[in-house]
């Protein structure tokens, strides 16, 4: 069975700092999502990482995943208030006939100013 | 305007009186699903249906059931209904299985 985890689960940094968000998994896979989540709101597509070695960047929110390492990550740069919200990383559960999705827990940054 | 649409959005019922939430996208795309969001849980996928007539068991699939008779339609319906199953329900689809999905906008149930 799949396994994601991510961490941390809760991130409290002030407005500027540089973070990183790590999703680790547990199966091979070749395919991660990250999507954000506001408070309230559905969820909203980032980045697909589609290879190993993958790195996508969309304004201060740069991914990236390795294969190998079963591991993708998040990095914060600079980070500005508006980034707060819930993000989480998905993988594609590479089994053959197995086409679910498997979400992490997700992780709940706060940002202040 | 491209999206996934739910209704309702907000439902409150007794245990045991069967409903149905419905779920609705724009894309003309293969691949619908239903998730839940629980507080420390985060998503879990209920069902899933990679085209009309095709559909599959996600995590947690007991007390749900779904059915796919048009590309655009993935109704969610609770037959008998019980307080486990207060949640935040999420439809959302993608143009397949290993793109990413486009999420609707949620339906806060409540079991009583």
């Known amino acids: 069975e799949l396994k994601v985890e991510q961490n941390p689960l809760f991130l409290s940094m002030q407005e500027g700092k540089n973070y990183t968000i790590y999703c680790n998994y547990s199966t091979t896979s070749d395919r991660l999502y990250w999507y954000r989540q506001d408070p309230g709101k559905s969820l909203e597509s980032l980045f697909v990482l589609l290879s190993n070695g993958a790195v996508k960047q969309e304004g201060r929110l740069m991914a990236s995943l390795d294969t190998k390492a079963r591991l993708s990550t998040l990095h914060i740069t600079a980070a500005v208030h508006d980034l707060s919200a819930t993000y989480f990383c998905a993988v594609d559960d590479w089994g053959g006939s197995n086409y679910k999705l498997t979400f992490g827990k997700g992780t709940l940054l706060t940002v202040n100013p | 305007e491209a999206q996934v649409t739910q209704n309702p959005r907000y439902l409150i019922t007794v245990t045991g009186k069967k409903l149905t939430v419905t779920c609705s996208q724009n894309m003309n795309h293969e691949y619908m699903s239903w998730y839940r969001q629980d507080p420390g849980l985060g998503l879990r996928q209920i069902y899933y249906?990679?085209?009309?007539?095709?559909?599959d068991k996600g995590d947690v699939p007991e007390g749900y059931k779904v059915s796919r008779k048009e590309k655009r339609n993935f109704p969610l319906i609770l037959e008998s209904p019980s307080p486990n199953q207060t949640s935040l329900y999420f439809c959302?689809?993608?143009?397949?299985?290993?793109?990413?999905?486009?999420f609707g906008p949620g339906t806060r149930l409540t079991v009583t």
């Open positions: 959302a689809s993608s143009f397949g299985r290993r793109y990413e999905q486009y």
């Open positions: 249906s990679m085209n009309v007539e095709v559909t």
